[in-house]
């Protein structure tokens, strides 16, 4: 009778292990599944952000002042970075019929002339986006250089009590034709 027993529950025990590595093999079956279906999205979500873009052939003469909503911003969040945290968001200006990737940069971006924020153009400025994060940034700007409208690249920084903030540094990225 005890050895039927000890049968009995030796059996058991090896039905419960059994059962036990089929569920953890169950388990990380899930898991990688949910690991590859994660890598999917994000390889897709990637391809639609950072599809090329085409620019349109048609010429468009800029005399005089440009019309108010010549220039539009739009941004495409990405992936956050894993070591980081840090947001990116791409960055696309249309000038008219034309569209322009003006790059992918850190943080939250916005359009400064349809922001509800404090942030105004800056002198000479006929359009401008903020890509900010933690305290700084980068601007996007258009402006009139030598007489061609030209995108130009500054630099965000909110400061401190000892160091006051800074909104500048320009450099030219690209002219808009």
């Known amino acids: 009778m ?25 388990k990380k079956l899930i898991v990688t599944l949910i690991v590859v279906l994660i890598f ?7 391809q639609n952000a950072v599809a090329p873009i085409v620019e349109n052939d048609e010429t468009i003469e800029l005399t005089g002042e ?39 940069y850190e943080g939250t971006c916005f359009d400064v002339t349809a922001s509800t924020s404090a942030w105004i153009l800056l002198e000479g400025e006929m359009a401008g986006a903020i890509c900010w994060w933690a305290g700084g940034g980068t601007e996007l700007g258009v402006f009139t ?12 920084d909110e400061g401190s009590d000892e160091v006051p903030g800074t909104r500048g540094n320009f450099v030219t990225q690209f002219e808009i034709e």
């Not at 005890?2 to 169950?26: E, F, P, Q």
């Not at 250089?145 to 965000?156: A, P, R, T």
Request: proline share 1%.
């Open 66 to 104: 440009v019309a108010a909503g010549f220039y539009t911003w739009e941004f495409v969040e990405g992936a956050v970075a894993t070591t980081t945290g840090i947001p990116k968001t791409a960055v696309i200006l249309k000038a008219g019929t034309k569209v322009y990737s003006a790059g992918t």
């Open 2 to 26: 005890i050895n039927n027993n000890l049968k009995k529950d030796g059996r058991a025990l090896i039905d419960v292990a059994r059962d036990t590595i089929s569920l953890n093999r169950m």
């Open 145 to 156: 250089e030598n007489g061609k409208q030209v995108v130009k690249k500054g630099e965000l």
């Open 40 to 46: 999917l999205a994000i390889i897709l979500g990637r």
